[in-house]
C-alpha cells in the first residue's frame, strides 16, 4: 500500500506511529483501549477496551477499496452456525493527509489465544473436537449467500487472476475454469483461528470464492510441517478432491512457487511436489 499517491514507502503498522489512531478510535467509540494489550500487524493494530471486547483498526489505501468497500467484519455478522467473535459496533474515516482509509471494529473477546502465526513451523495441539468445529464452521460458510466477492490480499479473486496466477506458474495442457463459487474467508490461516476452542476472526476480505479457497489456503500455511498440512487435507478431502479445490491447490503453490518466490521458503519443496501431482491430475481428467 502506498503511503500516498506521490510517495513510493510502504505503510506497515508494526513500526509507524500509531498512537493518535488509537486515541482518534477512543474517542469515537467512547472506550479506552489497553496498552498492554496492543497488537500490532502490518496492515492492521488491535488491543483489548475496558468494556471487555477488542478494537481492531485497519488502514487500506483508496485503490484497494472496491466497489463492495471493505466492511467485509461488520458484513459477516449476519452469517450463521459459524464460530466467530461477536461484532458490535465501528468507525471509519477517511485519512486528511494520504490516499487512504482507516476503520475500527469492535467485537467481542475472543474465546483463547491465536494457533500460531500465519505460517506455522512446529505443529500446534488441536483436539479432534477442533478440527471438527473448523469443518462445521467452513461447511456452513460454504452453504451460505452473498454478493460479496473473496478480496485475498486485498484483490478480488476473479477468473482472470486466477488463471493468470496458475499459467504463470505451471503450464500445462488443462482447463482452469472454476465450477462453483462458494462464500469463504479467504484469509483462512494459523493466525486467525483460535485454540483450543475454535474461532474464526479477521473477516475482512470474505466473500465469494472458487471451492475449496479456504481449505488450499490452510493447507498452503501448513505446508513447513508435513503432518499438520497431511491433516488438513485429511479433515478437508472432500474440497481437496473436488476440480475446483485442485485448482486452487495450485492457485496457493502459484504464490509459494511463482515468480516471487523465496528462495528460504521451507515449503517451497513440498508445493513443488504437490503441484506437479495436481497438474498431472488435472490433464489426466
Known amino acids: 500500500m502506498s503511503l500516498s499517491d506521490t510517495a513510493g514507502r510502504t505503510v506497515d503498522l508494526r513500526v509507524r506511529p500509531v498512537d493518535e489512531i488509537l486515541h482518534r478510535v477512543e474517542r469515537a467509540l467512547q472506550v479506552r483501549l489497553a496498552a498492554d494489550t496492543v497488537v500490532r500487524k502490518r496492515r492492521s493494530v488491535g488491543a483489548r ?5 477488542w478494537v481492531r483498526v485497519e488502514r487500506r489505501s483508496l485503490d484497494k477499496i472496491g466497489d463492495q468497500g471493505w466492511n467485509g467484519t461488520e458484513c459477516a455478522a449476519r452469517l450463521e452456525n459459524i464460530a466467530q467473535p461477536a461484532w458490535q459496533s465501528c468507525v471509519v ?4 493527509d494520504e490516499s487512504a482509509m482507516w476503520r475500527a471494529d469492535e467485537t467481542d473477546l475472543l474465546p483463547g489465544a491465536p494457533v500460531g502465526t500465519a505460517v506455522l513451523g512446529d505443529a500446534p495441539q488441536l483436539a479432534d473436537n477442533w478440527w471438527r468445529d473448523l469443518s ?3 461447511d456452513a460458510l460454504a452453504a451460505q449467500h452473498t454478493t460479496r466477492v473473496a478480496t485475498p490480499d486485498t484483490v478480488a479473486i476473479t ?3 486466477i488463471t493468470e496466477s496458475i499459467r504463470t506458474a505451471f503450464p500445462g495442457d488443462f482447463d482452469t475454469t472454476v465450477e462453483r463459487w462458494v462464500p469463504a474467508h479467504a484469509d483462512l490461516n494459523w493466525a486467525n483461528m483460535t485454540a483450543p476452542t475454535f ?8 466473500g465469494t470464492a472458487p471451492r475449496g479457497l479456504d481449505s488450499a489456503t490452510l493447507w498452503a500455511s501448513s505446508l513447513a510441517v508435513p503432518a499438520l498440512a497431511d491433516r488438513v487435507r485429511h479433515e478437508r478431502r472432500r474440497d481437496f478432491e473436488s476440480r475446483d479445490g485442485k485448482l486452487m491447490t495450485l492457485f496457493v503453490c502459484s504464490k509459494i512457487l511463482g515468480p516471487e ?6 515449503r517451497l519443496g513440498s508445493a513443488r511436489r504437490m503441484a506437479e501431482q495436481v497438474v498431472a491430475e488435472l490433464q489426466e481428467a
Open 159 to 161: 477468473q482472470e487472476l
Open 261 to 266: 518466490a523465496h528462495p528460504e521458503d521451507p
Open 49 to 53: 477496551t475496558n468494556r471487555d471486547t
Open 199 to 206: 474461532c474464526l476472526f479477521d473477516w475482512e476480505d470474505w
Open 136 to 138: 462445521v464452521s467452513l
Open 93 to 96: 474515516w477517511r485519512d486528511p
